[in-house]
């Protein structure tokens, strides 16, 4: 993959919605460059997801590897749904980093990879950029109630399955599961709004 230039324009704001949705349009006809390209406009953000549920750069890098490689295989199941592409692709990266999480609790001692696919190195506007979208979350998360937080963080930042939350707050399954969605609805529409 290439890296982005410094002064490119892209790298200053969050990349262009219809953009992102035809390179994976183009992905999905195995266009190569087009994977090389949305690594560019996405691998920033998609790193700071899998870093921050995996607390390791080394670790986080080699979910990067694996989250392009799902991306490359499974580009001609996204569909335009309005949502933004972005999302599909937080997703990835997320379950991605989440199944190494877990592969980690359950095999303690796991060998270093080869060949990672390491990510660029932020501009100061990346990281600005990145850094006002975190303080934007966390405003958000903090207008949510406490359990409510503390089951979107738990599920979504640390990497615990819902009946893991479920069990901790004494909850059924499924109330875990409507008190996840509506908290996400809840954080979409703040952070939309």
Known sequence: MTEAKEGDKEDSAPPPRDRVEEL???VSL???AALSELYDLTSAKLFAVSLRVLGERQSAED???DTYVKIWKNAGRYRVTGHSPM???ITIARNTAIDRLRARRNHAHVGDYEDTLAA???TPEQATIVASDARRIVA?????PEDRRAAITGAYL???SYAELAEAAKVPLNT????????LIALRECMDG
């Open 140 to 144: 958000c998360l903090d207008t949510l």
């Open 87 to 89: 999302t599909w692709l």
């Open 24 to 26: 994976i349009a183009r």
């Open 176 to 183: 875990m599961r409507t008190w996840l969605r509506r908290g």
């Open 63 to 65: 979910a990067m590897h």
């Open 158 to 160: 640390d990497g615990q």
């Open 30 to 32: 195995g266009e190569r």
């Open 120 to 122: 660029p190195s932020q």
